[in-house]
């Protein structure tokens, strides 16, 4: 059975409640910092989950829904474990959640609720699923290597006044353990020559670009080691209009390697490394290179989050004496919302060299992890 996003949030609840409720203090052992992980989820949780997590019926506990499976890996294993955390310790309200999610901190320090969602995190024991520490933040430009299900709408203008507008919507979704589809629906609007309307007339024309396909598998993580890698591949269909500039002139099709790692300090390092090759005459070969170096604040302890990034891009045709441009993108992501499911990122790409002819483009998106809930939930 597939836990949605409504599941998480009742797991999280009925974890506050089993690690908080009223009077635990005083149930549980004097010294907790003696007992295991395992014995502080069974001193302070079993009456709820279980022992095995699964969850006791809830005509015992006295529940509406039935309790969630902490072995349920598609479940357990998404969410990185200051989620849980914040939601035991603070409350419903710290992550956009009900007030009927209370605070528990007095019963248990922020130590020891880590230790109980720590013994839970375990309780998925297939080491296929891709822990949700390792889902990095997503850049403007490249590719990352956690499979997700996201809806992205991204957003590009040129800012030497010409006024056209791209962008994309992007739809994601996960399937097993390590692997994700994608569909890109590219769009655009920009001013072009009007043929029939006279010298130095002008029609603005709009319309969607070439419709590409992906697919992308994780072949290694490591939650310890902070580090994870993957593999994809896309197909560009002809589906725009080339006239109006949406479209190429055939199929092409891409592929590339993703590459994530945690580092000190809440930072992270990823690289996207890939190439283009077209099927259709006068298309070029291309390669193109991504590295993306960020560091995530937040506000308070709990607060929403921050993640600065500066992104470089390097793409060349692959024939003999054509330059390399490369491009820099400063950019911002933050979340929008307190449940920190839907995102936000701006960001600039300046051409650093070859910059004849290319000008600055601002960047941006707006992302919901659909997993987690709708778009309007967790404000």
Same mark, same amino acid.
């Given at each position: 059975?597939?836990w949605?996003?409504s599941?998480?949030?009742l797991?999280? *609840? ?6 908080? =409720?009223?009077?635990?203090?005083a149930?549980? +052992? ?7 992980? @395992?014995?502080?989820? %069974?001193a *302070?949780?079993?009456?709820c ?14 529940? %509406?829904?039935?309790l969630?499976?902490?072995? #349920?890996? #598609?479940? *357990?294993a998404?969410?990185? &474990? ?8 603070e409350?419903?309200?710290?992550r ?7 605070a528990?901190? $007095?019963?248990l320090?922020?130590?020891?609720? =880590? ?28 590719e990352?290597?956690? +499979?997700?299900? %996201? ?6 203008a040129s800012? #030497? ?6 962008g994309?919507?992007v ?21 072009? +020559? ?15 670009g ?7 598998? !994780? ?8 580090r994870?890698? =993957? ?7 002809? !589906?725009g209009? $080339?006239?109006?500039?949406l ?5 092409? *099709? ?5 590459f994530?790692?945690?580092l /000190?300090?809440? @930072?992270?390092?990823?690289v996207?490394?890939g ?10 070969n291309?390669a ?9 604040? !937040? ?20 024939e003999?004496?054509? /330059?390399? /441009? ?18 936000g990122?701006?960001g600039?790409?300046? /051409? ?24 309007? &939930?967790?404000w």
């Amino acid at each position: 059975m597939r836990w949605d996003g409504s599941f998480w949030v009742l797991g999280l *609840a009925i974890l506050a409640t089993c690690v908080g =409720a009223t009077g635990l203090a005083a149930q549980l +052992p004097d010294d907790l910092d003696e007992l295991s992980d @395992a014995a502080l989820y %069974e001193a *302070a949780c079993a009456n709820c989950h279980g022992q095995d997590g699964r969850g006791l019926d809830r005509a015992l506990v006295g529940f %509406e829904e039935a309790l969630p499976d902490f072995t #349920d890996c #598609d479940f *357990a294993a998404r969410e990185p &474990e200051s989620d849980w955390i914040a939601i035991g310790h603070e409350g419903g309200p710290v992550r956009g959640f009900s007030m009927m999610m209370p605070a528990f901190g $007095e019963a248990l320090s922020v130590e020891q609720v =880590a230790r109980v969602v720590r013994h839970i995190k375990s309780l998925c024991t297939d080491p296929s699923w891709p822990r949700g520490k390792l889902n990095l933040p997503r850049a403007l430009l490249a590719e990352k290597a956690f +499979p997700e299900d %996201e809806w992205v709408t991204e957003v590009g203008a040129s800012l #030497d006044g010409d006024g056209a507008v791209d962008g994309a919507f992007v739809w994601e979704q996960r399937f097993g353990p390590r692997s994700q589809l994608e569909v890109v629906i590219p769009y655009g609007w920009a001013e072009l +020559p009007d043929a029939g309307g006279g010298a130095g007339a002008t029609d603005w024309v709009s319309g969607f670009g070439d419709l590409v396909l992906g697919v992308k598998h !994780t072949f290694y993580h490591s939650s310890e080691a902070g580090r994870i890698f =993957a593999l994809g591949a896309e197909v560009v269909l002809p !589906t725009g209009d $080339e006239t109006k500039g949406l479209g190429a002139d055939g199929t092409k *099709a891409e592929a590339f390697a993703s590459f994530g790692q945690i580092l /000190p300090s809440d @930072a992270f390092v990823q690289v996207q490394l890939g190439g283009e090759k077209p099927f259709y005459d006068g298309g070029e070969n291309e390669a193109f290179a991504r590295v993306v170096l960020g560091r995530t604040f !937040t506000s308070g302890r709990w607060g929403r989050s921050w993640t600065p990034m500066v992104e470089l891009q390097a793409k060349r045709e692959l024939e003999g004496g054509v /330059p390399t /441009p490369l491009d820099i993108v400063p950019q911002m992501q933050f979340s929008l919302n307190t449940r920190q499911h839907v995102l936000g990122n701006i960001g600039v790409l300046i /051409p650093a060299t070859e910059t004849s002819g290319r000008s600055a483009r601002l960047l941006a998106y707006v992302l919901l992890d659909w997993f987690d809930g709708g778009f309007f &939930e967790g404000w």
